[in-house]
């Protein structure tokens, strides 16, 4: 790349939020481990400051969380006039909370509870053994604590910023609609405090604002185990757990920043981060596409980078670029369209993705005018007068392969 990318380290202590709406979810606040007990009693959450989902004495939730080194804490209050229960336990007709949450990778955790009422015991609905959960009634309404074991999320790791999914209080009124009448409560994020502290010094590091960021993924970027948070945005690229790093990236502008996504290449479960940038000099600017993988040590490294599109004055050449299916046009021996069973089971090992480029569209250059030699950084963009129209290319962990005419492409 033209540029030099700056990479920055920060690291950052605990810092301790309450539990405020954030990004469409709440902040769970950091706690020593043993702070709570289990018992369906709300004395241990009393400095603790809810999140608040409607309101009134009828159909409103107060939400808290909390977390430790080894697990999560939930705790839910219910305004509720009318618990509506039946010693059937029908779910969907009956008062429930129910909670789904993830860590981005993995089958969810989803489980939900009746709570008790009156001559009716609680029931829990496909609740795992390993979840502590206690309930009690009020005078209007319920309360509901729980504590789940982190490491009994599928894909945990102390890397994880947030869990993603849902805690909801499902009210019914009308059991016979076999339905809820309102649903409140949190859908969104599960941020944890220290988490939240490390996204706030990245903004600030960066100068980034909410507006300006173009990419917010959590997915498994990097040689270790567990999920980052990677964000795109301006002329930066960030990777966040506990703590940061982030590039500058190889443009002038933040509008120079023409896309950014995440991509599983080879279905193996680690994602690249895929750029189309514009840069500038030499009196025109070309546009490149860029695969970046993390490092073990948080940096970036583009595994490939490709030309596709050139312009200088008037004049300018176009490539198109698509992720199509791994291995669809690379003729390569032993894929299947079968839909047996050793069909299905090739088709699952050709999961992923690769690149195909193909001559676009092209305007006041020709073959006795176009006189660039080729870019030294990245791979030349295909033109319409080479033999070449085509290229495919593949990747196999962070190594780029491929560069070859695609095959089986429509007429």
């Known amino acids: 790349m033209r540029n030099r990318a700056v990479i920055i380290l920060a690291s950052l202590s605990t810092l301790c939020i309450g539990g405020a709406a954030h990004a469409k979810g709440v902040v769970c606040e950091r706690v020593q481990e043993d702070m709570f007990e289990v018992d369906g009693m709300s004395d241990d959450w009393q400095s603790f400051k809810p999140t608040h989902f409607g309101s009134g004495s009828d159909a409103a939730v107060e939400l808290r969380c909390a977390y430790d080194a080894k697990k999560l804490y939930v705790a839910l209050t219910a305004n509720d006039e009318r618990i509506v229960r ?19 990778t ?11 009422a009156q001559h009716v015991p609680r029931k829990g609905i496909k609740i795992p053994s390993f979840v ?16 789940i074991p982190m490491r009994k999320i599928a894909g945990w790791s102390a890397t994880l910023p947030y869990l993603a999914g849902a805690i909801e209080f499902h009210d019914v009124d009308l059991p ?62 960030g990777v966040l757990s506990t703590s940061f790093t982030y590039m500058g990236l190889p443009i002038a502008n933040p509008s120079d920043l023409i896309s950014a996504r995440v991509v599983d290449f080879d279905g193996g479960g680690r994602y690249a981060v895929l750029t189309e940038l514009r840069q500038h000099g030499n009196g025109g600017s070309r546009d490149v596409l860029v695969v970046w993988f993390a490092k073990g040590d948080g940096s970036f490294q583009p595994a490939l980078t490709v030309e596709t599109r050139k312009q200088r004055g008037d004049a300018s050449i176009q490539n198109t670029w698509a992720l199509v299916s791994r291995g669809q046009h690379r003729g390569e ?19 992923g993705f690769d690149l195909l480029f193909q001559v676009g569209e092209v305007a006041g250059f020709d073959k006795s ?20 129209q085509s290229a495919v290319y593949y990747l196999e962990g962070s190594i780029a392969y491929g560069g070859d005419a ?6």
Request: no cysteine.
């Open 86 to 104: 039946t010693k059937k336990g029908r779910a969907m007709s009956e008062d429930r909370v129910s909670l789904s949450l993830s860590s981005g």
């Open 106 to 116: 993995g089958k969810p955790l989803r489980f939900a509870v009746l709570p008790g």
């Open 132 to 147: 502590e959960l206690e309930d009690s009634r009020r005078a209007k309404g319920f309360f509901v604590e729980l504590s």
């Open 176 to 237: 016979s609609d076999d339905k809820a009448q309102s649903v409140l409560g949190m859908k969104g994020k599960l941020h944890f405090s220290e988490a939240v502290a490390t996204y706030k010094s990245f903004m600030q590091t960066t100068g980034l604002k909410n507006r300006d960021v173009r990419l917010d993924k959590l997915v498994d970027v990097d040689p270790g185990a567990g999920a980052e948070r990677i964000i795109v945005g301006g002329k930066v690229m």
């Open 333 to 351: 021996p032993g894929r299947s369209k079968k839909r047996g069973k050793r069909g299905r089971k090739r088709a699952k090992a050709q999961l």
């Open 369 to 388: 005018n176009f006189r660039e030699a080729p870019a030294p950084d990245a791979k030349g963009i295909l033109l319409p007068w080479s033999e070449q």
């Open 406 to 411: 695609a095959t089986d492409l429509p007429e």
